[in-house]
């Protein structure tokens, strides 16, 4: 995802500055009761939110600072500074540059790993959560910019929203009362680091309507760049060996001088999230839990019969034939279960990205493909989790059916989102109604055919499953790839 470098000079701050987007709304903190700020690394809550937390110390305001990793891989190529002693400077640091941003405010520190952080989502999510009030009311949730095109700032950003939802969940009737009396329960702002680095003004990237300018005052702007000044091992060089060059260098530190601070928005997204009572609770009932999956693997290998049953050897021969390309560069497969289809993926793939929600079937999965190049097997609880990168494959097989409407639209969204500009995404599901199940086959696939952009090239339907095909519209045939049709 990365695709810049920090070493370049990127866009200078006089350009940012000539270019300064004049529909930006001014951005009062009249309505703030509490802050908490996210931070994928250490500096992340300095640079692009220190003086909206210096102001809302001044005023008054409770401020938490949620710091996901130690920042221990900012220096890759040290040979002074071992990942666990860069760990403790930049902890140590952090603590220092928040005590001078805003004496008293709380930090903790999640000691996740740095540079994997989309990998543990969903224990960020819940330790923002944690800091959220019940009903929300004035809180406002900030963090990094999802647009970013740091891995590790969209992980940020997405645990924030995520965090939101487990919030709504928890206590429904609260952030409802909120937002029926408010208007909004909490609101949710997302800034901008590295974007001024690789971006420049204007870009398609930046939503106007959404963006949000906080002028600091002088005394905010002062504890601001103390606090930069404390981030020693980001802004000056670690020794004067190659590999110890400062990450903060001054062409890229200006953009953080400036007298106001940039927001994004994205309180409506986060709304969205908090229906009424009666529908959040549904919604948190509805799909079905990890818990479920284990108690259906216990003491079972293989409890669908993929390796013995003639309708699964079938019904994946359908599934490959399907497929309108020989070859594919990366896929992502949901729900793999103990990996028989990744297998005959992995000979058409040049990588696969294979995902389940339980442990057991993925230790038997892992087995199955030991030392196989480019197939990866991650436990995670999708669409929360949320694997990184672009798919020019995505499969979705029996899977759909355990989410709720509200979670297997935010699942397909995920889908559409990842999916290459000239992707396949191809869904199977059975038909025959499953009690504990909250969505039949029937209900995905029609959910399937709503998605934007999207157009199904394949329909085959039979009594026991539905297997489908959709591709980026307007799509071509198998037939026209090859110049066999017009």
Request: with cysteine; net charge negative.
């Amino acid at each position: 995802m990365v695709s810049f470098s920090h070493q370049g000079d990127g866009t200078a701050e006089t350009v940012w500055q000539a270019g300064r987007d004049a529909r930006a709304e001014a951005l009062p903190i009249d309505d703030l009761r509490r802050l908490v700020v996210v931070a994928a690394h250490p500096d992340d809550e300095t640079l692009g939110a220190g003086g909206l937390i210096a102001r809302a110390a001044r005023a008054g305001v409770p401020v938490t600072v949620v710091v996901l990793s130690n920042g221990d891989a900012s220096h890759p190529g040290s040979t002074t500074h071992s990942p666990e002693r860069l760990a403790e400077l930049r902890r140590a640091e952090v603590a220092a540059a928040v005590a001078a941003l805003a004496p008293g405010a709380g930090v903790r520190l999640l000691d996740l790993p740095d540079g994997a952080l989309a990998e543990h989502a969903e224990e960020a999510a819940r330790a923002v959560a944690a800091e959220l009030a019940p009903g929300g009311a004035g809180t406002w949730i900030v963090a990094p910019w999802r647009a970013d095109r740091h891995p590790d700032h969209v992980a940020a950003g997405e645990a924030a929203h995520t965090a939101v939802r487990l919030a709504v969940q928890r206590n429904a009737a609260q952030w409802h009362a909120a937002q029926r009396s408010a208007g909004v329960a909490a609101r949710v702002f997302e800034y901008p680091i590295w974007a001024w680095h690789w971006s420049e003004p204007g870009g398609p990237e930046w939503p106007a309507e959404a963006l949000r300018t906080l002028d600091l005052e002088p005394e905010d702007r002062e504890r601001k760049s103390l606090a930069m000044r404390l981030h020693r091992s980001q802004v000056e060089p670690l020794s004067e060996l190659p590999g110890d060059e400062a990450i903060i260098r001054p062409p890229f530190k200006a953009h953080f001088d400036r007298g106001y601070e940039t927001f994004i928005e994205t309180t409506a997204a986060a709304a969205a999230a908090a229906p009424a009572p009666e529908a959040a609770a549904q919604a948190a009932q509805e799909s079905l839990a990890e818990s479920f999956f284990d108690e259906f693997y216990a003491g079972e290998t293989d409890p669908w019969g993929f390796e013995t049953r003639w309708y699964e050897q079938r019904k994946r021969a359908i599934t490959l034939a399907a497929l309108p390309r020989r070859r594919f560069d990366a896929a992502l497969e949901l729900g793999c279960s103990i990996g028989v289809l990744t297998a005959e993926l992995a000979g058409r793939c040049a990588t696969v990205v294979a995902v389940d929600i339980a442990e057991q079937p993925l230790r038997a999965a892992r087995a199955r493909l030991a030392g196989r190049a480019g197939v990866t097997f991650t436990r995670r609880t999708i669409p929360a989790e949320w694997p990184e990168g672009t798919f020019d494959l995505i499969v979705l097989s029996e899977l759909g059916y355990y989410f709720s409407p509200v979670e297997l639209r935010h699942l397909l969204e995920r889908c559409r989102a990842s999916l290459a500009a000239d992707g396949v995404l191809v869904a199977c599901h059975w038909r025959h109604p499953v009690r504990e199940y909250p969505l039949t086959g029937d209900q995905v696939h029609e959910e399937l055919g709503r998605l934007d952009g999207l157009e199904r090239t394949v329909a085959h339907r039979e009594r026991d499953f539905l297997l489908e095909v959709f591709e980026p519209a307007p799509a071509r045939s198998v037939a026209q790839g090859e110049g066999l049709a017009p």
